[in-house]
């Protein structure tokens, strides 16, 4: 058996004191008060879901900038994902949809939450590092899926929870057709009229007997995502 080296054993327990850092000084100030997703932003240390070059920022509160394929993705803050699971009560019962799934980090918080996760993802590049994290972490029985974000997981559904991980204002009938009666979608919706494209506020949706309401959670700063943005209209004189 190999031997654990000091170097090793001093960077896992920094990866813990870091994690128990973010949960405390940022997660927990943010309202954030489900135990267990507190426990399990305890368990899963945030750098083995990014790249080399980003690890070091791993427990930053602020977004950190994908140098996907072709994609624009950024990653949203931990107390902002952290809130936004918080706000739709994720349970052992439930099926959930990742939806940008990016590199893994949130598909794996949920894995420690639901009964089934599937991630899904758009960019190739993106898809394959997400399934790679996801298997060297141990967590090969989350789903993963290569596909249009806009469309869903079509063939895993229906589904108790579906999270969308940017700002959205168009493009949301698939998704809502996946959803269970009294299924959650978690998205963030941009304030009319922000000039900076960056102003929002987190959204839960909710199906009931075929129609779907909302309540806002709370506001926050979140990136598109190009899926569900608008077309633009162009009006000939």
């Known amino acids: 058996m190999q031997a654990t080296s000091v170097e090793e054993i001093d960077t896992v327990e920094q990866s813990s004191l870091n994690r128990r850092t ?14 267990a997703l507190l426990a399990r932003m305890l368990d899963v240390p945030r750098e083995h879901f990014l790249p080399p070059e980003l690890a070091p920022l791993a427990y930053s509160d602020n977004g950190l900038q ?8 950024t990653l949203l803050p931990p107390l902002i994902l952290a809130r936004l699971i918080q706000g739709v009560h994720v349970t052992p019962a439930d099926r959930v949809l990742d939806v ?8 794996a918080l949920l894995a420690g939450l ?3 996760v599937v991630a899904l993802e758009s ?4 898809s394959k590092a997400l399934r790679s994290n996801l ?7 989350v789903q993963t899926v290569l596909g249009p974000l806009e469309g869903g997981a079509p063939n895993e559904a229906p589904f108790d929870v579906i999270f969308v991980h940017g700002a959205v204002e168009a493009n949301l009938d698939a998704l809502f057709a ?7 979608l978690a998205a963030f919706v941009p304030l009319p009229g922000d000039l900076t494209g960056r ?7 909710e199906k009931i007997d075929g129609a779907t309401g909302y309540r806002i959670l709370f506001d926050a700063s979140a990136p598109f995502l190009d899926a569900f943005r608008r077309t633009e209209q162009f009006t000939f004189f």
Do not use: H, I, W
């Not at 973010?22 to 135990?35: E, K, S």
């Not at 940008?100 to 598909?107: L, N, Q």
């Not at 298997?135 to 029985?141: C, E, F, I, M, Q």
């Not at 102003?199 to 949706?205: C, D, N, Q």
């Open 114 to 116: 639901a009964g089934t």
């Open 178 to 184: 996946q959803l269970k009666n009294g299924g959650r």
């Open 100 to 107: 940008g799934a990016a590199t893994g980090y949130s598909s």
């Open 66 to 73: 994908l140098n996907a394929g072709g994609e624009r993705r």
């Open 22 to 35: 973010m949960v405390d000084c940022q997660v927990r100030t943010f309202d954030v008060t489900d135990q």
């Open 199 to 205: 102003a929002s506020k987190a959204v839960r949706y």
């Open 135 to 141: 298997d060297s972490a141990g967590l090969t029985k």
């Open 123 to 126: 960019d190739p590049a993106l």
